[in-house]
Nanobody
Framework: VQLQASGGGLVQAGESLRLSCAAS????????MGWYRQAPGKQREVVAT???????HYTDSVKGRFTISGNTDKSTTYLQMGSLRPGDTAVYYC???????????????WGQGTQVTVSS
């Protein structure tokens, strides 16, 4: 599975950005798609996820500001980020967990990362 993410950039505090991600490559069924981020000197953390039945999860620091959407059947996910803060500055990674036909265990995949920088 290849994950192609786009939409990062440099914005000022309070502004918005929208990240996009598309999964491709082979026959697979997506269980979860989502976004993680990693700031300099910090561990990678989950930002938001969406499951194949539409369930969503957000880390506390982005609740009410970020919205994840997408369609696992179409292998796409989006992260609408609003009211951005300098603390949101990080490399954002698209993530997916998939099943392949006839392989019982799921597999995790990560995109290449897209930089989001929020200036104060």
């Amino acid at each position: 599975v290849q994950l192609q993410a786009s939409g990062g950039g440099l914005v000022q505090a309070g502004e918005s950005l929208r990240l996009s991600c598309a999964a491709s490559g082979g026959r697979f069924t997506i269980n979860v798609m989502g976004w993680y981020r990693q700031a300099p000197g910090k561990q990678r953390e989950v930002v938001a996820t969406i499951t194949d039945d539409g369930g969503t999860h957000y880390t506390d620091s982005v609740k009410g500001r970020f919205t994840i959407s997408g369609n696992t059947d179409k292998s796409t996910t989006y992260l609408q980020m609003g009211s951005l803060r300098p603390g949101d500055t990080a490399v954002y990674y698209c993530y997916t967990n998939v099943y392949y036909p006839e392989i019982p265990t799921p597999h995790d995949y990560w995109g290449q990362g897209t930089q989001v920088t929020v200036s104060s």
